[in-house]
């Protein structure tokens, strides 16, 4: 969940365990019209992996190329302790909304489905560092076996623009790129997918307009494993 002060990560220093998932680092590379992008967002109970919970998963998938928006994902996420008040607050994400959703991992291999078996890249906004900490640690808490997949951050193509003036939280960046968040529900992993959807594909036209490569470096994080 993108956000300036919580949850999402954006802008706020988290002190986290080593997260030995993440492999070395590809810097540009050609992109694949076959590539699906999938830019995906995270509502949690706090921001560490092993004592907090997912509540929420929202996802788009677009085709690499031509950058048309595909099919959209969400759903909320059951925890095993109650939302937290002050989370309510921030999301609008009730215990009444979580009590009857998926468990974790059934909401994470649901997720994987939507990503799908093609070649598939995962955005997320300070995703390497919360969103696929948050994914790893439950696909190892539930028993979930895992799969690779490429992901990158979504704030490299904003320190590529703007170098480390002015803030790469997704407020500043929506700001910077003129996107308005008129309608649109903040700290909700279903706005904020959207919003940051938008972001993503303006930054990437500045850098590379025809979109037939990636210009910031890429990582490899998990998502749970599908059966054969």
Not at 69 to 95: A, C, K, M, N, S
Not at 129 to 156: K, Q, W
């Given at each position: 969940?993108?956000?300036?002060?919580?949850?999402?990560?954006?802008?706020?220093?988290?002190?986290?365990?080593?997260?030995?998932?993440?492999?070395?680092?590809?810097?540009?590379?050609?992109?694949?019209?076959?590539?699906?992008?999938?830019?995906?967002?995270?509502?949690?109970?706090?921001?560490?992996?092993?004592?907090?919970?997912?509540?929420?998963?929202?996802?788009?998938?677009?085709?690499?190329?031509?950058?048309?928006?595909?099919?959209?994902?969400?759903?909320?996420?059951?925890?095993?302790?109650?939302?937290?008040?002050?989370?309510?607050?921030?999301?609008?994400?009730?215990?009444?909304?979580?009590?009857?959703?998926?468990?974790?991992?059934?909401?994470?291999?649901?997720?994987?489905?939507?990503?799908?078996?093609?070649?598939?890249?995962?955005?997320?906004?300070?995703?390497?560092?919360?969103?696929?900490?948050?994914?790893?640690?439950?696909?190892?808490?539930?028993?979930?076996p895992v799969r690779?997949?490429?992901?990158?951050?979504?704030?490299?193509?904003?320190?590529?623009?703007?170098?480390?003036?002015?803030?790469?939280?997704?407020?500043?960046?929506?700001?910077?790129l003129g996107l308005?968040?008129?309608?649109?529900?903040?700290?909700?992993?279903?706005?904020?997918?959207?919003?940051?959807?938008?972001?993503?594909?303006?930054?990437?036209?500045?850098?590379?307009?025809?979109?037939?490569?990636?210009?910031?470096?890429?990582?490899?994080?998990?998502?749970?494993?599908?059966?054969?």
């Amino acid at each position: 969940m993108p956000s300036d002060w919580l949850c999402g990560g954006l802008g706020l220093a988290v002190q986290a365990k080593p997260f030995i998932m993440l492999l070395p680092q590809k810097w540009a590379f050609p992109i694949s019209h076959s590539m699906n992008i999938i830019i995906f967002d995270l509502e949690t109970t706090g921001l560490s992996p092993y004592s907090n919970e997912i509540i929420q998963i929202a996802a788009v998938k677009v085709r690499a190329g031509g950058w048309d928006e595909g099919e959209h994902f969400d759903t909320f996420v059951r925890p095993r302790q109650r939302v937290p008040g002050f989370i309510t607050g921030l999301t609008g994400i009730t215990q009444a909304q979580v009590a009857q959703a998926p468990s974790p991992g059934e909401a994470l291999m649901s997720f994987s489905r939507f990503v799908g078996t093609e070649e598939a890249m995962l955005i997320a906004h300070n995703g390497p560092n919360f969103d696929m900490r948050f994914i790893a640690e439950n696909c190892t808490r539930h028993g979930l076996p895992v799969r690779e997949t490429a992901m990158l951050d979504s704030r490299a193509f904003s320190r590529k623009i703007w170098g480390w003036r002015g803030g790469h939280g997704l407020d500043p960046i929506l700001h910077r790129l003129g996107l308005s968040t008129a309608g649109v529900k903040r700290h909700d992993a279903r706005g904020d997918v959207q919003l940051l959807a938008q972001a993503v594909r303006k930054m990437w036209g500045q850098l590379v307009p025809d979109f037939q490569s990636c210009p910031v470096a890429t990582k490899t994080g998990v998502i749970p494993a599908l059966n054969p």
